[in-house]
């Protein structure tokens, strides 16, 4: 690594450029962090995975398509096929986006990435297994979400509110036969409407730098796992994760898919970090875009890793955006996210948009999230 973090991540920014997944500057970038590990990590593997990576933003199509061929059915008086396709694009929205349940990643580009694993082994016997966690690919900006942040439920809201409002009075109509088109039809104009500003607004073609999202959790988690490796737990192995695909969420499913005998046998312990430059740390509790709920065990020991910094960090779940620990702690491993907010309006800051440069990074935070990152593993290696 170069003498600071902000070098560090200049040099990744100037070398690989954007990293949307599967694409060159993501490959390039994760052969940068493989080489990085190799000189302190005692194991370092690459591990391949393919996935589908449009499906996590590009369903939106399907959603206000199936929405909008609901209402031209409705507006020829077929209430019931109506709400049968406003059904199917709800549940679209909530399995591709909110549950990742890929039902129609199939039908995009298919890609091929990769994450880095570095093991740092302990003094002794390895009795646990802490993994510390950030992700090197970058997103796509987001025109208007990006810009609105945990304000954008204003529009999402309403958007799913009145989809499954006027699902239920189209089965209404079709079972009772009876008109409900007076307040119908203004509501589907508005639903309509809505979809359609999301799906135009939802990502550009622009890929951003991504250095806070999340280059900067990239540094302070390398450095976190140099300091571990000059000074090593005594009973605690040590997986640091370099996850890709983060930015669609099936690289983290990916390699919970291949590890989780493992992760479960042994009890392990996740942190994801995103973010860092920041003016504040929050350890979610829960991922509420996602439906994840973290473990209360990984929980405590940020909040005790945490105590030992000299910093702002704050407990609360997360109500918008989520990370890599929502594909662990679904499936009912320890995980816990820390994510880095600005004060002004309590989100990431230049999340998903082109202001996401290194000339932005602050250092303090950055180092500040390493330590936490570090004294996370010697808070679980120091209890029985």
């Not at 549950?99 to 003094?123: A, R, S, T």
């Not at 607004?201 to 999202?213: E, Q």
């Not at 910093?311 to 918008?320: G, H, K, M, T």
Request: with cysteine.
């Amino acid at each position: 690594m170069q003498n600071s973090p902000i070098e560090f991540i200049q040099k990744l920014c100037r070398e690989c450029g954007p990293r949307l997944a599967g694409s060159e500057g993501e490959r390039k970038c994760g052969d940068i962090i493989y080489e990085e590990m190799l000189q302190f990590c005692d194991e370092v593997e690459k591990e391949h995975f393919r996935s589908h990576p449009r499906g996590f933003l590009d369903y939106i199509w399907f959603t206000a398509g199936f929405y909008l061929a609901g209402v031209l059915l409705y507006l020829i008086g077929q209430p019931v096929l109506a709400g049968i396709l406003m059904l199917a694009a709800f549940f679209i929205f909530l399995f591709q986006q909110c549950l990742h349940y890929e039902i129609i990643d199939f039908v995009f580009p298919e890609v091929e990435e990769f994450h880095v694993v570095g093991k740092i082994k302990p003094k002794s016997r390895a009795e646990k297994l802490a993994i510390i966690s950030a992700h090197y690919d970058s997103p796509y900006e987001f025109p208007l979400l990006g810009r609105l942040k945990k304000k954008s439920f204003l529009i999402i809201g309403p958007a799913i509110a009145i989809t499954l409002l006027t699902m239920f009075l189209s089965f209404a109509e079709g079972a009772a036969n009876i008109s409900l088109a007076f307040i119908q039809k203004p509501l589907m104009l508005i639903g309509s409407a809505l979809l359609l500003l999301i799906a135009f607004t939802l990502r550009s073609s622009y890929v951003t730098l991504g250095a806070n999202d999340d280059l900067a959790a990239i540094a302070a988690v390398l450095e976190a796992g140099r300091q571990l490796s000059r000074e090593r737990p005594e009973k605690t192995e040590v997986w640091v994760v370099a996850f890709a695909g983060e930015e669609h969420m099936r690289g983290s499913k990916r390699f919970v898919q291949r590890h989780y005998d493992e992760l479960k046998s042994r009890n392990a312990i996740m942190l994801a970090l995103e973010c860092p430059s920041a003016d504040y740390f929050l350890i979610a509790t829960e991922e509420k875009m996602y439906f994840a709920k973290h473990s209360p065990l990984a929980v405590e020991y940020a909040k005790k890793a945490a105590e030992k910094i000299d910093f702002d960090v704050r407990v609360a779940p997360l109500p918008f955006a989520g990370s890599d620990a929502a594909n662990f702690s679904r499936k009912g491993l320890h995980a816990v996210s820390i994510f880095g907010h600005s004060a002004k309006d309590d989100a990431p800051y230049y999340w998903h948009t082109k202001q996401d440069i290194p000339e932005n990074l602050r250092e303090e935070p950055i180092m500040k999230a390493s330590q936490l990152v570090k004294n996370f593993v010697y808070a679980i290696d120091s209890t029985e």
